[in-house]
């Protein structure tokens, strides 16, 4: 049991019925920039699951607040009706829903989706991330947004919201003010302390007068912003501190980070290489000072660790908003004594934030129905008639494809060549820092043991074993093979593939280059595995950069753990020969010969081509199937889990 997890929390009047928060988060489910039906969908789902609090993704409150297109706005009453809509589905499930309210300043793009976006900060100073100059606030436009803050803080207390949340996080606008380096106005908004913390102040106390006394007013901050020229951990603390005492909160949400640059960025989702809860040490330190309770997120993905934060007193509300992506059950099977049915998030960023930034709705790589809850039923249809299922293959398709199936009635059997289930995801947890990937096979393998499915290891499935046997149904997910690239010279012991070098197959020698077509986790990854064995490195990628198709925040990471290694990293490199010790590489962008020397060994680092073997073997048996994930086309684990799921339950 949870006992601290469950134990109520009164702010303002408002009982929250357990210290589980969703905190504010960008969905890409907005409907011309208001809450809809497929966004009122994804917080139901979360408070059905027993949640505490929703806080609703920060809506923009003032036309200089450019951002992306379905951004929530709530500038006008006209939104109020939809906001109200969503307020009363969180409350039917007995969870509660505060209002977040944002402004980027300078922490955004120039220009979005064919809006003509200028750019507004307190003082024209570059900013490294999106590389904007921005344009400095007149002081009546300062004084505009406090005054809009207060109107939609009033709108979202008429829509029914518990309390409203406004962000001083990430380096956005009012952190702006706060930091002196950003902040360079000579006028009341900047300078002293006192005027820097202005915009801030006099927006909470237009908050509260437009809410009332009723409705909680809180705080979003970033405890440090842990970036050269961002507000340190004292600044932040002395704000807080001041806030508090003037009674202008009635709680502070902690992060860490800023939106301001690749280095404080990755905090604002931080991946699976960040320790869990390492969060908490700085909310705990406000926490010291301050007379509200303070909620705390970042990697706080299971129920033991949230419970272990709030027992050493180190914030009064665990954010968790990821491990309810994964599974919007997750508060109430930890309620019931079913902890060891949650499926824990892993931290990929994959299809989360990975989604936000490719400009789509978020979702979870291991649960492709967040996100689709109006698209897809989140319960799967009962079958017209129970079948003898037969899956080929463990990997993630194959192993939500026999959970799938045996949700729906059918009788299944799961059979895999290998001695364990997991397919790629097993080399792919052999990365470094990386083990954490392997949840996403316990956590199928929890599912399948839930659903009793039989699972036969050891046993490749052939077209013998399918006349014996007559399934109703087969599915085939035997996976996929690496492709080898087309190479002149000597292809000797000394070039190896990636799955070689993480199995322990093959030993490099002292100089390696990772010919890396792929531009993913895998050459970074294993970049940085032979440097910490002590190989001299260097990656060649295909692409632009080391890790191009990662989602951001796991590239920027990874990029500096690139150079602080000394990984000399030769962009635009397609390999193309090969001697005792040399490699050649073509300059994609220019058509060049890159020449590489003193090479021991080389690593290929290619793509996958689908194995249809057992597809052709059965070709003229007349069995009906259907291949799912790498076996029709090699993929992301994403989308082997979502051809699982969606293609049988079709069937
Ligand atoms: Fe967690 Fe990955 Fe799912 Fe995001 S996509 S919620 S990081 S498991």
């Known amino acids: 049991s949870f006992p601290y997890l469950f134990s109520g929390l009164t702010i303002r009047g408002h009982e929250i019925r357990n210290r589980i928060l969703s905190t504010g988060h960008q969905t890409w489910l907005a409907e011309r920039n208001r809450p809809g039906e497929a966004m009122i969908a994804y917080h139901e789902a979360r408070a059905r699951g027993g949640v505490g609090l929703i806080v609703n993704e920060s809506a923009r409150f003032h036309a200089s607040a450019i951002g992306e297109a379905p951004d929530l706005t709530l500038t006008d ?21 505060f209002g977040q309210l944002s402004h980027p300043g300078r922490v955004t793009r120039r220009m979005m989706n064919g809006m003509r976006g200028v750019v507004w900060a307190p003082s024209s ?25 207060g109107a939609a803080a009033g709108r979202y207390a008429e829509a029914g919201y518990d309390g409203v949340e406004l962000m001083a996080s990430h380096g956005l ?56 020229g961002g507000l340190d951990q004292q600044a932040v603390l002395d704000v807080c501190r001041r806030l508090s005492d003037e009674g202008l909160v009635d709680y502070i949400n902690t992060t860490l980070g800023t939106m301001a640059g690749p280095g404080g960025s990755i905090h604002v989702v931080p991946p699976m290489e960040i320790d869990p809860a390492y969060v908490a040490p700085h909310a705990a330190a406000i926490r010291a000072q301050v007379g509200v309770p303070v909620f705390v997120a970042g990697r ?29 059950d997750m508060p109430r099977k930890s309620r019931t004594g079913r902890a060891d049915e949650i499926r824990a998030c892993i931290g990929c960023n994959q299809a989360c934030i990975g989604h936000f930034h490719a400009g789509y709705p978020i979702s979870c790589i291991q649960n492709p129905l967040t996100g689709r809850e109006t698209l897809l039923p989140l319960e799967p249809p009962p079958a017209a008639r129970p079948l003898r299922v037969m899956v080929a293959g463990a990997g993630p398709a194959g192993m939500k494809a026999a959970v799938t199936a045996a949700e729906m009635g059918h009788q299944v059997v799961l059979a895999e060549a290998a001695a364990q289930p997991g397919g790629q995801a097993l080399l792919a947890q052999l990365l470094p820092d990386r083990a954490e990937f392997g949840g996403l096979v316990t956590n199928l393998v929890t599912e399948l043991a839930l659903r009793q499915v039989e699972i036969r290891l050891n046993t490749r499935v052939t077209a013998a074993m399918l006349a014996e046997e007559r399934p109703d149904a087969l599915i085939v997910a035997t ?32 100089r390696v280059v990772v010919a890396d077509w792929r531009c993913d ?57 090969v001697d005792h010790d ?19 060994s080389v690593v290929l680092v290619e793509g996958n081509a ?19 994930g790498d076996c029709t086309i090699a993929r992301s684990a994403e989308e082997a889990i979502y051809d699982g799921l969606a293609i049988t339950r079709s069937f």
């Open 521 to 577: 986790q895998i050459g970074i990854g294993l970049a940085i595995l032979l440097a910490r064995r002590g190989h001299h490195v260097r990656l060649a990628v295909s692409g632009v950069c080391a890790g191009q198709n990662l989602q951001q925040y796991v590239r920027d990471l990874w990029a500096g753990r690139l150079h602080e290694a000394g990984i000399e990293v030769i962009p635009y490199a397609r390999i193309y020969g």
């Open 77 to 97: 009453d006209e939104a109020i009706a939809h906001y109200a809509r969503l307020a009363a589905a969180v409350h039917r499930h007995g969870a509660k829903i």
């Open 173 to 228: 606008l009012f952190a702006q003010f706060l930091n002196p380096a950003v902040n360079l106005r000579e006028d009341e908004y900047g300078g002293s302390e006192e005027n820097r913390l202005r915009p801030l102040r006099e927006a909470l106390i237009a908050a509260r007068r437009a809410v009332g006394e009723g409705v909680v007013v809180g705080l979003r901050i970033s405890a440090d912003e842990t970036e050269e």
């Open 479 to 510: 996976g996929s093979a690496p492709v080898m690239p087309r190479i002149e010279g000597d292809l000797g012991d000394h070039v190896v593939t990636a799955a070689d070098v993480l199995t322990g197959k093959a030993k490099p020698g002292g």
């Open 300 to 328: 706080i993905n299971q129920p033991q660790i949230a419970e272990a934060v709030l027992a050493a007193g180190q914030a009064d509300m665990c954010g968790m908003t990821r491990a309810l992506i994964v599974d919007p």
């Open 610 to 628: 689908p194995d249809m073997t057992l597809e052709r073997e059965i070709a003229g048996l007349g069995l009906p199937f259907v291949t799912i």
């Open 125 to 149: 100073v570059p900013e490294n991330r999106f590389h904007v100059v921005p344009r400095e606030m007149p002081a009546a436009m300062v004084a505009e947004i406090i005054e809009a803050a």
């Open 582 to 600: 040399t490699a050649w590489f073509l300059h994609t962008a220019s058509g060049a010969a890159v020449t590489v020397e003193g090479v021991d």
